[in-house]
């Protein structure tokens, strides 16, 4: 299994900016994807998740109607689209695969997933 991350960088307040993670080694379409952070100094937390089949997505209260993720299920990538940015979403962003093959619930903790990417780091500027 690898995950590559892309698409970090700075971005001034209220900028946008998208993370694509390009998945491989793996059947992509049996398996809920998702987006952790972490800040520094700070847990990694859970940021948004879509599930296996049918694209059900769910998000943390802190980036509701603010993100959006995706899947393309032809190119075996998850994407993060990242809007109206706060300096507070500065974090390294990882994506994640599910542990559990076809999973029917929402996974939202780190040891529901098996698989990390390498992080990109995203910094919002004030």
């Known amino acids: 299994v690898q995950l590559q991350a892309l698409g970090g960088g700075l971005v001034q307040a209220g900028g946008s900016l998208r993370l694509t993670c390009a998945a491989s080694g793996y059947t992509f379409t049996d398996y809920c994807m998702a987006w952790f952070r972490q800040a520094p100094g700070k847990a990694r937390e859970f940021v948004a998740g879509i599930a296996w089949a049918g694209g059900t997505k769910y998000y943390a209260d802190s980036v509701k109607g603010r993100f959006t993720i995706s899947r393309d299920d032809a190119w075996n990538t998850v994407s993060l689209q990242m809007n109206s940015l706060k300096p507070e979403d500065t974090a390294v962003y990882y994506c994640?695969?599910?542990?559990?093959?076809?999973?029917?619930?929402?996974?939202?903790?780190?040891?529901?997933?098996?698989?990390w990417g390498q992080g990109t780091l995203v910094t919002v500027s004030s």
């Open positions: 994640a695969k599910d542990g559990y093959r076809r999973r029917m619930g929402l996974p939202e903790l780190g040891p529901d997933f098996s698989s």
